[in-house]
């Protein structure tokens, strides 16, 4: 079973769609943190949220946290090519806990 | 500032054979994480290095062990191959154990076959 729960795995879209990945899971998280990865290369962090209830913007990424600190969603709007790519959600239990990966969703934009 | 460094980048061995895999931290980093990924999944922790200890450890059987220099660089040692050990090996650092900033190497490629 995982901690941390991403849906959908696989999301394939037009340049210009939004979407919406979810992370979900039963634990109360002190920190989380959304991470994209590329073909060949190691995850690249997006953000880290650690306030319930708090949201984060990065360009057209919207990043929040929910309120009981158990969930997390990631919004983007007007999805490019540049946007593809397998994004990850982590999450650590406590302040010294280890981080603890969701399985991941691959997004494919299309032009 | 060159990042994470991992060698080697891919590398290939048979059932039964041993592997060392390397890191070079992030310069100001001083702990290393490793993390296994297989293909379309997320990385599944392995342990964490700081001091050059064993700090905290996923759920991987002793085959999987580490090291840590004293320079902070880092080493993962894998005995007695299985094919289900074939996936990429992340290296992590951040400067300090209970920092959130991980900053990770690119992998090194490790098929089993």
């Known amino acids: 079973t995982q901690l941390l729960e991403q849906s959908p795995q696989f999301l394939s879209i037009q340049e210009g769609e939004n979407l919406t990945v979810y992370c979900n899971s039963s634990?109360?998280?002190?920190?989380l943190q959304w991470y994209r990865q590329e073909p060949g290369e190691g995850p690249v962090l997006l953000v880290t949220?650690?306030?319930?209830?708090e949201v984060k913007k990065l360009k057209r990424l919207t990043f929040q946290f929910g309120d009981a600190r158990k969930d997390s969603s990631l919004h983007i709007t007007a999805a490019q090519p540049g946007d593809t790519g397998l994004y990850l959600c982590?999450?650590?239990?406590?302040?010294?806990?280890?981080?603890?990966f969701g399985q991941g969703t691959i997004l494919t934009v299309h032009p | 500032d060159a990042g994470v460094t991992q060698s080697p980048t891919h590398l290939i061995k048979t059932r039964g054979q041993q592997v060392t895999l390397r890191c070079s931290p992030k310069?100001?980093?001083?702990?290393v994480s490793w993390y296994q990924q297989a293909l379309g999944q997320g990385p599944q922790f392995i342990f964490q290095?700081?001091?050059?200890?064993?700090?905290q450890r996923g759920n991987f059987p002793d085959r999987f062990s580490g090291h840590q220099f004293p320079n902070y660089s880092s080493e993962l040692n894998v005995n007695a191959l299985l094919l289900g050990d074939s996936a990429l090996y992340l290296c992590?650092?951040?400067?300090?154990?209970?920092?959130?900033?991980?900053?990770f190497g690119a992998g090194s490629r490790l098929t089993v076959l």
């Open positions: 992590a650092s951040s400067p300090g154990s209970g920092a959130n900033v991980l900053t």
């Open positions: 634990s109360v998280f002190s920190s």
């Open positions: 949220v650690v306030t319930g209830g």
């Open positions: 982590a999450g650590k239990l406590a302040s010294y806990g280890k981080l603890t």
């Open positions: 310069s100001g980093h001083d702990t």
């Open positions: 290095y700081y001091e050059e200890e064993e700090r």
